[in-house]
């Protein structure tokens, strides 16, 4: 009976896999705790000497140092001495710019961790976040909008990852995001390896005709895709056929190192274009998207008329004699075209 009861009692202290519960000394991370064993609701109150963070109200005089903790050393006691250039840099402290990351008041700063004026040297910070220098930074959803600043004069947030507001893509284009970054690369042969083009990529827009003429590489190769602009007007998911027949309105060319020119134009090549996303036409009626002169509503972006392209391409492309080939696959492009009034 003392046998059963004795097993009996184990068998209650334990859990259903027969392990100790999250507790305060199993050396995890688990129970709500704020480091290892330590914090949260539970367990005792970590140590704030290595926390990494400044705690003047617990006597620290600088991060992890001073007061209860160790003494601070020169080069992180939150004073300009030794032959220091700025606070704890320069001298035989390093440079200053290792500082403008560090949540502290410190080097060359003008506010913490970054300088109002322009920085102009290796070792300063970068600007401080401010309402009206034309960077989305700080706690802004666009550029110069949102957050402490104004409202920004779309709905969109620009740190999002969706595309919203009037946005040309995720979190690029419309009237308060950053501009979208040019684009342009692709796939030849099946290779593993996206092949980007060089910034600033050669395209021409005439409202007509869509050309991204003979775009290098960095292999040193040259693509060129055209396609112009249908009776229909430019649309989303709008798809055009390259081949022959499509002569020199529509085609899919690539050059390579070899001198060899590849084309959806001669016998044999067959290839699309699809124009996936074409902000600033509506219904076949180019209507573009228009900024006034003034400032409406925080909103910064130069005035003017902006057209924006994004789609996708492949094919594929035979030399002259209609036997050799090449394919081009999961060809992409993106670009925006403004025009300032």
């Known amino acids: 009976m003392a046998a059963f009861a004795g097993s009996f009692f184990l068998a209650s202290c334990l859990n259903e896999e027969n392990r100790i519960p999250p507790n305060c000394y199993d050396g995890i991370l688990n129970n709500g705790e704020e480091r290892i064993d330590c914090g949260g609701l539970s367990c005792v109150e970590c140590d704030h000497c290595i926390n990494g963070l400044w705690d003047p109200f617990r006597g620290e005089t600088w991060r992890d140092c001073g007061g209860e903790c160790p003494p601070c050393l020169q080069c992180s006691n939150g004073i300009k001495d030794g032959d220091e250039t700025g606070i704890d840099c320069g001298g035989i402290c390093g440079g200053c710019n290792l500082l403008c990351a560090d949540g502290l008041f410190n080097g060359n700063e003008d506010l913490i961790d970054c300088q109002v004026n322009e920085p102009n040297e290796e070792e300063e910070c970068p600007f401080c976040p401010a309402c009206d220098d034309l960077i989305m930074n700080g706690s802004e959803v666009g550029i110069d909008c949102g957050g402490t600043c104004s409202p920004c004069c779309s709905s969109g947030n620009c740190r999002n990852g969706i595309i919203d507001g009037n946005e040309f893509w995720a979190d690029c284009g419309g009237r308060t995001c950053p501009n979208c970054l040019d684009t342009l690369g692709w796939r030849l042969?099946?290779?593993?390896?996206?092949?980007?083009?060089?910034?600033?990529?050669?395209?021409?827009?005439?409202?007509?005709?869509?050309?991204?003429?003979?775009?290098?590489?960095?292999?040193?190769?040259?693509?060129?895709?055209?396609?112009?602009?249908?009776?229909?007007?430019?649309?989303?998911?709008?798809?055009?056929?390259?081949?022959?027949?499509?002569?020199?309105?529509?085609?899919?060319?690539?050059?390579?190192?070899?001198?060899?020119?590849?084309?959806?134009?001669?016998?044999?090549?067959?290839?699309?274009?699809?124009?996936?996303?074409v902000p600033g036409y509506d219904n076949g009626a180019q209507i573009g998207l228009f900024i006034p002169d003034d400032v409406l509503d925080g909103c910064f972006k130069p005035a003017g008329h902006y057209e924006f392209f994004r789609g996708s391409f492949s094919g594929t492309l035979f030399d002259p004699s209609g036997v050799n080939f090449i394919t081009i696959e999961n060809g992409i492009f993106q670009v925006t075209f403004f025009t300032p009034i």
Do not use: C, H
Not at 212 to 223: H, K, R, T, Y
């Open 189 to 277: 042969d099946g290779d593993a390896d996206f092949t980007p083009s060089i910034l600033p990529i050669p395209v021409t827009f005439d409202g007509m005709v869509l050309n991204f003429e003979n775009s290098p590489s960095f292999s040193g190769a040259l693509i060129n895709v055209k396609i112009t602009r249908p009776q229909v007007g430019w649309i989303n998911n709008q798809t055009f056929t390259l081949s022959p027949t499509s002569g020199t309105d529509n085609f899919l060319a690539y050059l390579g190192v070899d001198a060899v020119p590849y084309t959806t134009s001669a016998t044999g090549g067959l290839g699309t274009v699809t124009l996936v996303k």
